[in-house]
Nanobody, 125 residues
Framework: QPRLVESGGGLVQPGGSLRLSCAASGFPLYHYTIGWFRQAPGKEREGVSCSLSSSEASTSYADSVKGRFTISRDNAKNTAYLQMNSLRPGGTAVYYC?????????????????WGKGTQVTVSS
């Protein structure tokens, strides 16, 4: 059974919104750095957004999504989220979440190694 499970993907038109969820089991997300990543067909996995810790409230975003995506946590639900607004066709990809012990900077996918199935996001009219 995976420790992290992504959900919330789907088909959305350009300009639309989706909220992805990352549910954790067996450990508290509160104490970890969380990263969201995506991989488009034929391309390598890239960092989208990350959050260093709940206490620091320090987040990072890829330039391509700044102002449109927001990473957050619900500690009571032990779940992380990626709110995606103003989606573009270039956002079509499989989206993944993962965690590491505190790590700064946190957008490099090479620093994460617990990849799950991800959730497919397709932005198309």
């Amino acid at each position: 059974q995976p420790r992290l499970v992504e959900s919330g993907g789907g088909l959305v038109q350009p300009g639309g919104s989706l909220r992805l969820s990352c549910a954790a089991s067996g450990f508290p997300l509160y104490h970890y750095t969380i990263g969201w990543f995506r991989q488009a067909p034929g391309k390598e996995r890239e960092g989208v957004s990350c959050s260093l810790s709940s206490s620091e409230a320090s987040t990072s975003y890829a330039d391509s999504v700044k102002g449109r995506f927001t990473i957050s946590r619900d500690n009571a639900k032990n779940t992380a989220y990626l709110q995606m607004n103003s989606l573009r066709p270039g956002g079509t990809a499989v989206y993944y979440c993962d965690v590491v012990g505190y790590f700064d900077p946190c957008l490099n996918p090479a620093e994460y190694d617990n990849w799950g199935k991800g959730t497919q996001v397709t932005v198309s009219s």
